[in-house]
């Protein structure tokens, strides 16, 4: 079993920056894969980034590119969203999501344990 917990939303204006936490319970958290997904009112839920249980490797959706960066801290069961440059379109619920087996999946059935999420809403 796996507990999620984000914390770091709020109102930010747009060009502003903000920094995601997800705490994870377990002691096999350094050996998920670890993601990030987002969820905007009346859409489905989208990729925004993932990243390999060393960290060495990172993946991102095309709309965050060059403006998210995931990280992960195994030592401390961590994994961070830094969100810079945020538009309007950022805004959404997020959520944070391990992977207990096999490698990157892009899709949200791919990941088996979810936080409860966190608001992110960018003012124009």
């Known amino acids: 079993q796996v507990q999620l917990v984000e914390s770091g939303g709020g109102l930010v204006q747009a060009g502003g920056s903000l920094r995601l936490s997800c705490v994870a319970s377990g002691r096999t958290f350094s050996r998920y894969y670890m993601g990030w997904f987002r969820q905007a009112p009346g859409k489905e839920r989208e990729f925004v980034a993932a990243i390999n249980w060393s960290g060495g490797s990172t993946y991102y959706a095309e709309s965050v590119k060059g403006r998210f960066t995931i990280s992960r801290d195994n030592a401390k069961n961590t994994v961070y969203l830094q969100m810079n440059s945020l538009k309007p379109e950022d805004t959404a619920v997020y959520y944070c999501?391990?992977?207990?087996?096999?490698?990157?999946?892009?899709?949200?059935?791919?990941?088996?344990?979810w936080g409860r999420g966190t608001q992110v809403t960018v003012s124009s």
């Open positions: 999501a391990s992977r207990t087996s096999g490698g990157i999946s892009y899709s949200r059935y791919g990941y088996n344990y």
